[in-house]
């Protein structure tokens, strides 16, 4: 049976912070399909999976200086698992640096009809121009995309297209983001020193492309009547004032769930083609309320509007005012119920070990 070996610039575990580092540590902990792990060596290992470690950063960094591969290392712990293993599935997570050499390494070790190469993209547009990316294609044997949207996208844009696609959405814990009972929500407001607002939350990096500057001057003009709703601005941290809005910086991932357990309503202005956005489902299974930019992956992952408000032209200020004025106003206050296995943890867990059994099915 072909083994999968997943290849990683991170160490993994990862000890930090991470949209795809997190849902492969859950699913690297339960029932899962890695046989390897290629990747610098972490603080901890998963138990019952086998590591090629890469010689640490700089090292690498000094090789680099008399190698042109700087991927070099990384072949070399691949190449120790060649060499016991017939047939592979090889995983590649983003990095699109590192694929013309691996083929190219592959094919000096007649090891290409031997490997099946899954390359993993969380952005939403296609990556390469048109023609001058053909090679990447014809050299990759799948890509799993965020969305059915992004497919379409890359379908539309490549006049050809030589390769197998597949869509895994983004998974999230529900166990911990989910929504609250009214009286729950109520009293992690006082704890807040919140009461009789209604709470809006914005929460990202603090990046031009993720819209805060944007959304502050759309705040500015909403109608507040008595300061009756306020704005809690997570993950960025400005020494500035505005009516009604607390720029509360970094929050702990723990601590995350009863912020968007306390707010009514959750804002996603971005203004680049998204490829998923995980605070968006984050939010959306604690119960809020959700207006989002009609970008990248947004609207199939809001199901087209089923599941929160889409604003069609983002980059407009008037859209973002009409559709906050009227949640303010009662008009949209039809929260839907959404399925607690909607984009779950559990779901990507499965999903991938689909992926995973169809790409062994080619080897054997």
Same mark, same amino acid.
């Given at each position: 049976?072909?083994?999968?070996?997943?290849?990683?610039?991170?160490?993994?575990?990862?000890?930090?912070?991470?949209? +795809?580092?997190? #849902?492969?540590?859950?699913?690297?902990?339960?029932?899962?399909?890695?046989?390897?792990?290629?990747?610098?060596?972490?603080?901890?290992?998963?138990?019952?999976? $086998?590591?090629?470690?890469?010689?640490?950063?700089?090292?690498?960094?000094?090789?680099?200086?008399?190698?042109?591969?700087?991927?070099?290392?990384?072949?070399?712990?691949?190449?120790?698992?060649?060499?016991?293993?017939?047939?592979?599935?090889?995983?590649?997570?983003?990095?699109?640096?590192?694929?013309?050499?691996?083929?190219?390494?592959?094919?000096?070790?007649?090891?290409?009809?031997?490997?099946?190469?899954?390359?993993?993209?969380?952005?939403?547009?296609?990556?390469?121009?048109?023609? @001058?990316?053909?090679?990447?294609?014809?050299?990759? /044997?799948?890509?799993? #995309?965020?969305?059915?949207? @992004? =497919?379409?996208?890359?379908?539309?844009? =490549?006049?050809?297209?030589?390769?197998?696609?597949?869509?895994?959405?983004?998974?999230?814990?529900?166990?911990?983001?989910?929504?609250?009972?009214?009286?729950?929500? $109520?009293?992690?407001?006082?704890?807040?020193?919140?009461?009789?607002?209604?709470?809006?939350?914005?929460?990202?990096? /603090?990046?031009?492309?993720?819209?805060?500057?944007?959304?502050?001057?759309?705040?500015?003009?909403?109608?507040?009547? !008595?300061?009756?709703?306020?704005?809690?601005?997570?993950?960025?941290?400005?020494?500035?004032?505005? /009516?009604?809005?607390?720029?509360?910086?970094?929050?702990?991932?723990?601590?995350?769930?009863?912020?968007?357990?306390?707010?009514?309503?959750?804002?996603? %202005?971005?203004? +680049?083609?998204?490829?998923?956005?995980?605070?968006?489902?984050?939010?959306?299974?604690?119960?809020?309320?959700?207006?989002?930019?009609?970008?990248?992956?947004?609207? !199939?992952?809001?199901?087209?509007?089923?599941?929160?408000?889409?604003?069609?032209?983002?980059?407009?200020? !008037? $859209? +973002?005012?009409?559709?906050?004025?009227?949640?303010?106003?009662?008009? !949209?206050?039809?929260?839907?119920?959404? %399925?607690?296995?909607?984009?779950?943890?559990?779901?990507?867990?499965?999903?991938? &070990?689909?992926?995973?059994? &169809?790409?062994?099915?080619?080897?054997?």
């Amino acid at each position: 049976m072909p083994k999968v070996i997943l290849i990683s610039q991170i160490p993994l575990p990862y000890s930090h912070i991470g949209s +795809w580092t997190t #849902l492969y540590h859950n699913y690297l902990s339960k029932n899962h399909s890695i046989d390897y792990i290629v990747c610098e060596e972490p603080e901890n290992l998963y138990a019952e999976i $086998e590591y090629s470690i890469v010689a640490s950063a700089n090292l690498q960094k000094f090789q680099n200086k008399f190698s042109k591969n700087k991927y070099k290392e990384y072949f070399k712990a691949l190449e120790k698992i060649l060499e016991k293993e017939d047939k592979v599935i090889i995983q590649i997570i983003d990095n699109f640096g590192i694929v013309e050499p691996l083929i190219d390494f592959l094919k000096l070790k007649n090891k290409q009809d031997k490997c099946y190469l899954q390359f993993f993209y969380h952005g939403f547009s296609p990556y390469f121009e048109n023609f @001058s990316g053909r090679w990447f294609f014809e050299g990759i /044997d799948e890509m799993v #995309l965020l969305t059915k949207d @992004s =497919y379409k996208a890359h379908k539309a844009y =490549y006049t050809i297209l030589p390769t197998k696609f597949s869509v895994l959405h983004n998974g999230i814990d529900t166990s911990k983001f989910h929504k609250v009972s009214i009286e729950e929500k $109520e009293n992690l407001k006082k704890q807040l020193e919140i009461t009789n607002k209604k709470v809006f939350i914005w929460c990202s990096q /603090d990046r031009p492309k993720k819209g805060l500057d944007f959304i502050i001057d759309v705040w500015k003009r909403v109608d507040k009547k !008595e300061n009756d709703a306020i704005l809690l601005v997570i993950g960025a941290k400005r020494d500035i004032k505005i /009516d009604g809005v607390f720029f509360l910086g970094k929050i702990p991932n723990n601590d995350l769930p009863k912020y968007y357990q306390i707010a009514d309503c959750y804002l996603f %202005p971005t203004l +680049w083609h998204e490829g998923f956005g995980l605070s968006l489902i984050e939010a959306l299974h604690c119960g809020c309320y959700c207006i989002a930019s009609e970008n990248g992956g947004v609207p !199939e992952v809001l199901q087209y509007g089923k599941h929160g408000k889409l604003i069609e032209n983002p980059n407009f200020i !008037e $859209e +973002w005012c009409d559709a906050i004025n009227s949640f303010l106003e009662g008009d !949209e206050t039809h929260y839907v119920n959404i %399925p607690e296995t909607l984009y779950s943890m559990e779901n990507w867990n499965d999903g991938m &070990n689909v992926i995973i059994n &169809n790409a062994k099915k080619n080897l054997i």
